[in-house]
């Protein structure tokens, strides 16, 4: 999925891990604490199924848990259920596989038991670089089970029983918007050819390792000229601009914003995606029985807005970009706002 290197910003200078631990390990609202590895962005979980070490990606964005056929795998292993037709609308693909009624994944004495996995042999119909370094994908069946708090400084992510107290450990919380059990942020926002904000909906996607995409023609109407629209729609090229973000109390610069040439199927229902990279800043914990997104920020701000980088880019259905700069058509920098939680949360 990356496209191409662009300049990198400075490096998110860290609290201590002492510093920024969430809680005691003898905590008896954390059912277990796990090792991560974040690549490209994303966060990834290495589980074991049927005594198979198998790399899970965590994606909120997934509708339920996703397993890839893997040579460790025996016949008796996966045994192959009801078949269906599989599709990612972001990737603009789709396959065949199975939906297995009971999958178990383990680390240690942890147990996750899925009754809606999905099962997936043909890995190359679906996207090389979605299925890179992933032998699975842990969707929304695993966000129902647990509030899953990631702690980038630890490398470990920490799964909590449902109805802890969350709030005198975290300066943040945004409320999700679900539509069904899909989550989503409101993200106000006045892109460049705006005459005032609009609120946009946007995927709340932990499995994109990008930063903001927009899919909406008349932004992509808007964001380049006949000649352009022409020939990026032919060639399958967007537009990316770089605005600044308010984000809760954090003002974040230099937000790669992708505006796509065409909308994925199946993507009526929404205007965009937030991926993996806008939370790297953040300690945080995703709660979607509450609707909740709780942050801390892993940066110390004196005024100062706070840079991703940018080192390498990434548009979620590959697609070529062309990057403008839209500042001398409006006279000012865009700003773009998510809004927050109208709820006091102590610090």
């Given at each position: 999925?990356?496209?191409?290197?662009?300049?990198?910003?400075?490096?998110?200078?860290?609290?201590?891990?002492?510093?920024?631990?969430?809680?005691?390990?003898?905590?008896?609202?954390?059912?277990?604490?796990?090792?991560?590895?974040?690549?490209?962005?994303?966060?990834?979980?290495?589980?074991?199924?049927?005594?198979?070490?198998?790399?899970?990606?965590?994606?909120?964005?997934?509708?339920?848990?996703?397993?890839?056929?893997?040579?460790?795998?025996?016949?008796?292993?996966?045994?192959?259920?009801?078949?269906?037709?599989?599709?990612?609308?972001?990737?603009?693909?789709?396959?065949?596989?199975?939906?297995?009624?009971?999958?178990?994944?383990?680390?240690?004495d942890f147990r996750f038991t899925s009754h809606n996995t999905l099962f997936i042999e043909n890995r190359d119909e679906i996207s090389g670089d979605l299925s890179f370094r992933i032998e699975g994908i842990l969707g929304r069946d695993f966000f129902d089970a647990y509030i899953v708090e990631v702690i980038p400084s630890q490398k470990t992510m920490a799964l909590i029983r449902h109805g802890s107290k969350l709030g005198d450990r975290f300066k943040y919380r945004h409320q999700l918007y679900m539509d069904g059990r899909t989550p989503?942020?409101?993200?106000?926002?006045?892109?460049?050819?705006?005459?005032?904000?609009?609120?946009?909906?946007?995927?709340?996607?932990?499995?994109?390792?990008?930063?903001?995409?927009?899919?909406?023609?008349?932004?992509?109407?808007?964001?380049?000229?006949?000649?352009?629209?022409?020939?990026?729609?032919?060639?399958?090229?967007?537009?990316?601009?770089?605005?600044?973000?308010?984000?809760?109390?954090?003002?974040?610069?230099?937000?790669?914003?992708?505006?796509?040439?065409?909308?994925?199927?199946?993507?009526?229902?929404?205007?965009?995606?937030?991926?993996?990279?806008?939370?790297?800043?953040?300690?945080?914990?995703?709660?979607?029985?509450?609707?909740?997104?709780?942050?801390?920020?892993?940066?110390?701000?004196?005024?100062?807005?706070?840079?991703?980088?940018?080192?390498?880019?990434?548009?979620?259905?590959?697609?070529?970009?062309?990057?403008?700069?839209?500042?001398?058509?409006?006279?000012?920098?865009?700003?773009?706002?998510?809004?927050?939680?109208?709820?006091?949360?102590?610090?």
């Amino acid at each position: 999925m990356p496209v191409t290197s662009l300049h990198a910003a400075p490096p998110i200078t860290e609290k201590p891990a002492a510093e920024e631990a969430s809680q005691e390990e003898a905590d008896p609202d954390v059912l277990a604490r796990l090792p991560i590895e974040i690549i490209n962005n994303r966060v990834h979980v290495t589980l074991k199924v049927k005594g198979t070490p198998v790399q899970m990606l965590l994606d909120t964005g997934a509708s339920t848990s996703v397993l890839f056929k893997n040579p460790g795998f025996s016949d008796e292993t996966i045994k192959a259920g009801e078949a269906t037709d599989i599709s990612f609308p972001a990737f603009r693909a789709a396959t065949k596989g199975y939906r297995l009624s009971e999958v178990d994944f383990t680390a240690g004495d942890f147990r996750f038991t899925s009754h809606n996995t999905l099962f997936i042999e043909n890995r190359d119909e679906i996207s090389g670089d979605l299925s890179f370094r992933i032998e699975g994908i842990l969707g929304r069946d695993f966000f129902d089970a647990y509030i899953v708090e990631v702690i980038p400084s630890q490398k470990t992510m920490a799964l909590i029983r449902h109805g802890s107290k969350l709030g005198d450990r975290f300066k943040y919380r945004h409320q999700l918007y679900m539509d069904g059990r899909t989550p989503y942020l409101l993200h106000r926002s006045r892109l460049p050819w705006e005459k005032r904000p609009t609120v946009k909906k946007l995927l709340m996607d932990t499995g994109y390792p990008g930063g903001i995409v927009l899919w909406d023609d008349r932004h992509f109407t808007q964001a380049t000229n006949p000649t352009e629209r022409e020939q990026f729609k032919a060639e399958n090229k967007g537009v990316i601009y770089y605005g600044i973000i308010k984000f809760g109390r954090l003002i974040f610069k230099n937000i790669p914003i992708f505006i796509g040439p065409n909308a994925p199927t199946k993507t009526d229902e929404r205007e965009g995606i937030i991926g993996a990279s806008m939370f790297l800043p953040f300690r945080y914990a995703i709660d979607l029985e509450r609707n909740s997104l709780w942050l801390n920020p892993r940066v110390r701000s004196f005024g100062d807005a706070y840079q991703i980088s940018n080192e390498v880019i990434y548009t979620p259905g590959n697609e070529g970009f062309v990057v403008k700069d839209f500042s001398p058509r409006i006279g000012i920098t865009p700003t773009i706002v998510l809004k927050r939680d109208t709820e006091v949360v102590p610090d």
